[in-house]
């Protein structure tokens, strides 16, 4: 075995260079990548196991000796551990920092971790947890999301301890998204692990990873981002809360108020037929007035127009307009509405045609009711503006709850 000064041996097993990546005082074992032989760094790198036999890994995005920055910090990754839990993979990076000390980064499905140990004890056992059962470390509550036993696959570079193919560990973790505490335990030892979630595009740029595949949809610990519908609905509240008060107070305040019509004249036109007019005095003009008209019975109105007494002009026709310049509403409706501006105070008339069974007497009075309502503010604007507010909310509220659904749903283990 020999040691140049760069930083490289031969491996005691099968001769090969390995290049050494500033590990440090705490590194335990060095793995050799082509024998799979794993040597004590502190006994003259005697070997201590040999799996020949160790698969390759599975697409590994990063490299031994790949440096980056995490939290201002710059790193090294000195060693892996490729993990396997039923169909499940992931890779454990050792990296380290001459400043900071040792970390990992692990790698599954696209998505990064990044994790140091924690000397902080949770209030709870984790093992003893169900799923979403609350426990705080250090001020923090953290939800339990798992606990599931992993192999070893494959060992590679340098580690703080003696790791071996076929080595299993159990392991128990609780989340509060981007954050995750971690409680690993075998036969030898337990240790607790903090993590948060890393962006893959910041290891790509800071570590160069070279990632074939885009990061799968779900991850644990995966925040919920929205490009579009959580923005929105962000700015909708405060529309939403206007919009509710502005029709508020318009409904309270604003709503206006009815005034009394006439009936004036009631005519037979025909056995069927019967024509009415109603007189009602506009004291609020620029504003909308509301015109209702109540059937008690699924009858016919033609010709329904409102008229400015003063002027002779019609303000307004109800209904459909026909070929011969009737203007017809259909049978099948009992109460017509209708909104229009009085341009002046002063009287107007309300006629209509009702088509009704044979009248005897030309005073009938007809099977219509009339409500008239003046000085009205209509708050429509403000309705729509609330509802299309409140259905962006409600959407926001629906994505980011399927969201953490699918994030949960996982959740569970052994």
């Not at 169900?130 to 992993?150: D, I, M, W």
């Amino acid at each position: 075995m020999s040691k140049d000064k760069l930083g490289s041996i031969q491996c005691t097993s099968c001769g090969a260079p390995l290049r050494l990546h500033g590990g440090g005082h705490k590194i335990h074992s060095l793995t050799c990548d082509y024998c799979g032989a794993v040597m004590d760094v502190h006994d003259e790198y005697k070997v201590l196991a040999k799996f020949s036999e160790q698969q390759a890994h599975f697409d590994s995005p990063l490299k031994l000796g790949a440096q980056g920055k995490l939290k201002g910090v710059q790193f090294t990754v000195i060693g892996m551990i490729e993990w396997a839990e039923n169909y499940n993979r992931w890779i454990d990076y050792q990296i380290f920092s001459p400043t900071h000390g040792y970390a990992w980064l692990v790698y599954e499905l696209g998505h990064w971790v990044f994790m140091r140990r924690s000397r902080n004890l949770p209030s709870k056992s984790l093992w003893s947890l169900y799923l979403r059962s609350p426990v705080e470390v250090n001020g923090q509550t953290f939800h339990f999301y798992e606990k599931y036993q992993a192999e070893i696959t494959y060992v590679v570079g340098e580690l703080t301890w003696v790791a071996k193919v076929g080595d299993k560990t159990n392991l128990a973790e609780a989340i509060d998204p981007p954050y995750i505490f971690s409680a690993e335990r075998n036969d030898a030892e337990s240790e607790y692990y903090f993590g948060e979630y890393i962006d893959a595009d910041v290891i790509q740029y800071e570590f160069g990873a070279d990632e074939k595949y885009p990061p799968s949809k779900m991850h644990p610990l995966k925040p919920y981002q929205s490009k579009y519908i959580e923005p929105m609905a962000k700015a909708a509240k405060p529309f939403a809360i206007f919009a509710f008060i502005v029709t508020l107070f318009i409904w309270m305040f604003m709503s206006g108020s009815f005034i009394p019509s006439k009936l004036i004249k009631a005519e037979n036109l025909s056995n069927t037929q019967i024509r009415s007019v109603y007189e009602f005095t506009i004291d609020k003009p620029k504003r909308l007035v509301i015109l209702e008209l109540d059937t008690t019975k699924a009858s016919s109105l033609t010709n329904a127009t409102v008229q400015y007494v003063k002027t002779g002009k019609n303000i307004i026709h109800l209904g459909k307009k026909l070929s011969n310049g009737q203007y017809n509403i259909p049978k099948t409706i009992t109460r017509v509405e209708a909104q229009f501006v009085a341009p002046s105070a002063g009287v107007y008339t309300l006629s209509f045609v009702e088509n009704i069974a044979l009248v005897a007497n030309a005073s009938f009075t007809p099977h219509v009711k009339v409500k008239i309502k003046q000085g009205y503010i209509s708050p429509y604007y403000f309705t729509l503006l609330l509802c299309f507010s409140l259905l962006i909310i409600l959407l926001a509220f629906y994505f980011r709850w399927s969201f953490e659904a699918k994030r949960w749903h996982a959740g569970g283990g052994l």
